[in-house]
């Protein structure tokens, strides 16, 4: 199956928000990121580990929790750029985990979190058991292995065969914007011709890599982190001045809508 373009769309509110309203009316369930939004300084800056003032921080992560209503939890990670990840049970309030990248749960409810400023968030369904799973794929958790860790996990978990799930990578630094060493190259398992520079299109390697797992439904945003900063925040494109933006994935409490 071709690889789909799906692109984030800006919702109304007064959270700076791009919700991917297709897997909302197809699958039930609310995915997306939040963006920098235009308020003054830093802008809606949700990154919990910046030099970015904590009491302000945390009003705009109560700002955005008030967009989800139907979640009683809502799960964040410290992370650290590994490939661990963890299944998410009964989660009431904030629930903030150390030293995950990456979220799993088939509790409806609850809201997976990652918080991203040119990593890859990336979406994977089992939509007939309304399971999710929610990666932060940088380089290293990208050449470590996290999203195989992510389909392995999902495919126990639910019993499912991988070619059921749907996997959407979502806003991040695309390949253009994203110079790198050989090393970065090579432990993607990418060419590193020549004296470089070299250039990294990290959705590129996770389509590859969830395509040899077997997975058939799969989507990309188009929108980059780096060349749409108006909107987004980049690490690399700021020279590491930038917040960070949080992207969400869940099935809301409350009946199934999705078709299946
Ligand atoms: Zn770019």
């Not at 999902?154 to 630094?173: F, K, P, Q, S």
């Not at 090393?183 to 520079?197: D, I, R």
Request: glycine share 14%.
């Amino acid at each position: 199956m071709p690889v789909q373009v799906l692109r984030e769309l800006e919702a109304p509110g007064p959270v700076p928000r791009f919700d991917i309203p297709a897997w909302w009316e197809e699958f039930g369930v609310r995915a997306g990121v939040t963006g920098r939004g235009e308020g003054p300084g830093r802008g809606f800056d949700l990154g919990l580990w910046t030099d970015a003032p904590v009491g302000e921080v945390m009003g705009r992560w109560r700002q955005f929790r008030n967009g989800f209503e139907d979640f009683p939890g809502v799960v964040l990670g410290d992370q650290v750029h590994g490939v661990q990840l963890a299944r998410h049970r009964e989660v009431r309030g904030w629930s903030q985990v150390d030293a995950l990248d990456g979220h799993l749960t088939t509790q409806p409810g609850v809201l997976l979190t990652v918080t991203v400023a040119d990593c890859i968030p990336v979406y994977l369904l089992a939509p007939k058991q309304r399971a999710a799973a929610l990666l932060h794929c940088g380089w290293r958790g990208t050449s470590g292995g996290l999203l195989s860790r992510g389909i392995q996990t999902l495919r126990e978990v639910t019993n499912m065969a991988v070619d059921n799930m749907v996997m959407h990578c979502g806003v991040g630094i695309c390949g253009a914007c994203y110079e790198v060493g050989s090393e970065v190259m090579e432990s993607c398992g990418q060419a590193a011709p020549g004296p470089g520079p070299w250039h990294l299109d990290l959705r590129s390697v996770l389509i590859e890599a969830a395509q040899q797992a077997g997975i058939r439904r799969i989507s990309t945003s188009q929108w980059c982190s780096s060349h749409d900063r108006p909107r987004f925040y980049s690490h690399r494109g700021s020279g590491g001045r930038d917040g960070r933006m949080v992207a969400y994935l869940g099935y809301p409490l409350g009946p199934a809508t999705a078709s299946d």
